[in-house]
Each structure stands twice: as C-alpha cells, then as structure tokens.
C-alpha cells in the first residue's frame, strides 16, 4: 500500500453541479518544484478542456518558478514572511548531494522538516529491491521507516495549525483523506514495480508531460550535428555547477572519449570558469543553463538521456521511448532509478562513482551499443502510447464520477480504522509465540525428564 503512495500533491475539491454537466473543480497547486507544478497544471489544463470551470489555487513558495496551467483561473497567495525564511534558509546550490545519504535518520528528519514545514505533505520511498534478499528486505523496511520518521513531525504540525483554527473536535488530515472519493498517483503502472493497491487510487503518471513542441534554432542545429546525440540533465535541485570540480571534470573527460557523440549538457551557470574552458577544449559538449526537455527528449534525433531520476523525467523518458543512465541523488531518485534498470531501460550508476572517470565512461559506452534498451526502450513507449485508457481520459472520467456521487463507502479500506496492532496482527502472533514458547519448554522439560529416568533405568541395569 505505501509503497504506491508518492509524492501526489494532488487536492481536487469539487462543487456545485449545473445542468450541463459543467463542474466547478478547485485545484491546489504550491508553487515549489518545477515538476509537480506541471502536473498538477497539467491536471487542471486537461479538466478544462473537457469543459469544467477549473480555478487553480497556487501559494507560492518559490517565486522564480512557473506555473503549470494555462487555461484555467488563478488565485496566487503570496508568500508569508515565515515562508520566505524557510525557502531562503535552504539554497540548493549550497546543497551535498553527493555525500548526503537519505538513509541517515537525522539527515533525513531535518531534510524531512524542511519539506513539510514548507508543503506540510509528502512521502517519497526508496525501494530497490532485490526480494529474494534478507538484506535487501530489512534495508527496505528501514527505509520505510525513515521516511515515516522524516515525514511524521509536519504531518503532527499541519493537524495542530487546523487544531488551533478550527477547533479540537477537527479531524487530522488522516482521517479527512481517508474519505476521498479517489485518490490520484503520479505514477505509470507499466514501468512501475507491480504493488498491491485499492479500487480507489487511479494512476495517472504521464499526464505532466506536455505536448512536445518541435525544435528550433540552436537547438535545432545542434541535434543535427553528429548521428548521436545524448542528453545529461540533474534535475532542479541538484545543480551541476555545484558539483564538486573532479566530478565536473571526470563528466567532460568521459564526453571527449566520445567525439562522434553530441553532448547537451543542463548546467546552470555557464559563465564560470569551468564552463567558459571546457566549451572552448570540448567541441561536441553544449552546455545550456535551461532547456525545453520534453521537447528534446521527443526528437527522433536524440539518442539517449543520463538523468537523476526525477519522477517527472523518469516518465518522460518512457514515454518518449528513450533509454537511459539513473543517477540517483536523494528521495524517490533511488526507487524510479531501479524501476527503469529493472525494465532494461537502461542502468542505474552509484553517484558515488562519478570520481571513478573509467567507471562512467563503461556505463555510456554501455548505453550507446547495448541494442537491447532501445528496443525495450521503443517498446514501452508503444504501449503506453496504446494503452486502453489514458491517463487524461482515466483522470477526467474519475473526476466527473467522484463530482456526481462523492465518496463511495465500499472504496474507504477499513485498515485506516485499525490501529498498528490490528493492521499487523501483531496481538495475534504475540498470543502463537507466547504460546509457542511455553509449548516448548514444557517438552523440553518433559524429554530432560525423560531421559534422567532412562539414565537411571540403565545405571540401576548396569549395577
Ligand atoms: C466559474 O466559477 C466561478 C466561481 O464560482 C464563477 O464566478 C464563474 O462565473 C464560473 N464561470 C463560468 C463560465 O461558469
Ligand atoms: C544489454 O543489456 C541487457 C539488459 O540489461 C543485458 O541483459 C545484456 O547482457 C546486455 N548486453 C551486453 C552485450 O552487454
């Protein structure tokens, strides 16, 4: 079950219903990660089209960024001062991405408390999971735990601000999402790892891919260099002129073992030092400080993608039928990452091992001649390019359903009523192992019993 709950920043409040069908829908959208804004603009975009009255509510947290929808209305709540503190006091450039483990507990509450202190919502997961090991199961497990951990003071915090609001008889955030009609997933069941998972939560991954505009000018004739072209890309948060400069240096000696390759290279400030030498000695390397990546990824012409393994990149990639490296830096990087390697969609590479130049240099002369990920690559992209519902049409037929009848009863699990106890049967299998014990000592009691009246039979024989 948690295991299919990501990050799905997604709140659809629903109104009144007039004749035509028409729906009044709320969307919430915070703005602070490029990614989600998209998705979640993409959702309002898509119910707008299929004619409903959409109002997109957006607290902005980070202002540099943009929004994801179009077409519906916008209200904007300005960010209040202890908004701005929080978003200041976390700078990504400043970030250690590369030795920051998400499995140290205290990293990841004070990584956690910043999430949630900013969005007060969240839940990523690591899971890369090799099954059949006891070792790979317990790491797991861990992981959860962490990640409960983490998230668990801002969950604590959002019930006691509505508390203090509304009252003490205010139900928890729990309790309240456990009477949603459905419950939407960014996520694509076709690359995902198979769970277990109830009617009522609808994945709709893909949907923040927007619709890939053709390329033009620079970019355009950059593509057309050389047969190859590959694209490297961390991500929003990880910036790649903050990584350290071995790394810097190692991804460019790497890149000019391929000159028959292009390279476009996503790196922010292309106006220092480093950039300004490497540009000058690396001619089939273009580094550009942002760039359309679901339009590149869309060209025919672009061979391959080494990427951080963001969801939203994740999917775009599969989407466009593009294989790629994973080079997973923190949260939900690590679980995406072993859900492409595990569909042969490439491989996913240690990003401790970004100071190891040979060991970078085999994972992409790996990726460039394994024929295999490009057929699988092709693959996934024809089946959920022919999937029988798509996400659009799973997302505004739900939508509509959940506005005429509201929540069905028969949907809400009843896990959500039981405590940790009930849920794992745990009274159960302590009873069995209380049991079990005294089963045990009594006979071993009864053997040793046994046994010195043996001994004594034999001895008295003996005499
Ligand atoms: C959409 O909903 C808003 C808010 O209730 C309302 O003011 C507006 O008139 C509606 N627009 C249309 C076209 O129905
Ligand atoms: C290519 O990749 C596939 C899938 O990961 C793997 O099974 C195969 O051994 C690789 N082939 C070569 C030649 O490395």
Redesign the pocket.
């Known amino acids: 079950m948690k295991v299919v709950m990501r990050l799905a920043f997604l709140f659809l409040i629903l109104?009144s219903i007039d004749s035509t069908q028409?729906y009044?829908i709320l969307v919430y959208s915070p703005r602070f990660s490029q990614s989600i804004n998209n998705f979640l603009g993409n959702i309002a975009d898509t119910l707008v089209d299929a004619g409903h009255?959409v109002?997109t509510l957006i607290p902005i947290i980070i202002s540099e960024l943009r929004d994801g929808t179009h077409k519906s209305?916008k209200i904007h709540i300005q960010p209040s001062e202890e908004t701005t503190n929080i978003a200041d006091s976390f700078k990504y450039e400043d970030g250690d991405f590369i030795n920051d483990n998400d499995l140290n507990i205290i990293h990841s509450v004070m990584f956690g408390k910043f999430f949630t202190g900013l969005l007060n919502s969240g839940c990523p997961l690591i899971a890369e999971l090799d099954v059949h090991s006891f070792s790979s199961r317990l790491l797991n497990m861990y992981a959860n735990f962490v990640y409960f951990v983490a998230f668990y003071a801002g969950k604590a915090e959002i019930n006691t601000l509505f508390k203090e609001r509304y009252g003490p008889e205010f139900p928890g955030v729990h309790e309240i999402g456990s009477h949603a009609a459905f419950n939407f997933i960014n996520t694509e069941p076709l690359i995902d790892f198979a769970a277990p998972t109830l009617s009522r939560i609808v994945a709709i991954g893909g949907i923040g891919a927007k619709e890939p505009k053709k390329l033009d000018g620079e970019l355009d004739l950059i593509l057309s260099l050389r047969q190859k072209t590959v694209l490297l890309s961390l991500g929003s948060i990880v910036q790649s002129f903050t990584l350290p400069l071995q790394i810097k240096q190692n991804i460019v000696k790497v890149i000019s073992q391929f000159p028959e390759v292009t390279f476009i290279w996503k790196y922010e400030y292309p106006e220092d030092a480093f950039a300004k030498s490497v540009s000058t000695t690396t001619p089939n390397l273009h580094l550009f400080k942002w760039m359309p990546q679901n339009d590149i990824l869309a060209d025919k012409r672009l061979t391959a993608f080494i990427t951080h393994g963001g969801m939203a990149s994740t999917q775009e990639t599969a989407l466009r039928g593009k294989p790629g490296i994973y080079i997973p830096f923190f949260g939900d990087q690590f679980r995406n990452a072993g859900m492409m390697q595990k569909n042969e969609l490439g491989t996913v590479f240690d990003k401790h091992n970004l100071y190891n130049a040979d060991k970078l240099h085999a994972a992409v002369k790996d990726l460039l001649e394994n024929e295999s990920y490009y057929e699988n690559a092709a693959r996934v992209a024809a089946m959920i390019s022919k999937k029988p519902f798509s996400s659009k049409e799973l997302l505004v037929k739900t939508v509509e359903f959940a506005a005429e009848f509201g929540p069905s009863p028969a949907l809400r699990p009843q896990s959500y009523d039981m405590s940790w106890i009930e849920y794992h049967n745990a009274d159960i299998i302590a009873v069995f192992a209380v049991l079990s014990f005294f089963i045990v000592v009594s006979t071993l009691k009864v053997v040793k019993c046994v046994l010195k009246k043996v001994l004594r039979i034999v001895k008295v024989k003996e005499e």
């Open positions: 109104a028409s009044k009255n109002t209305k």
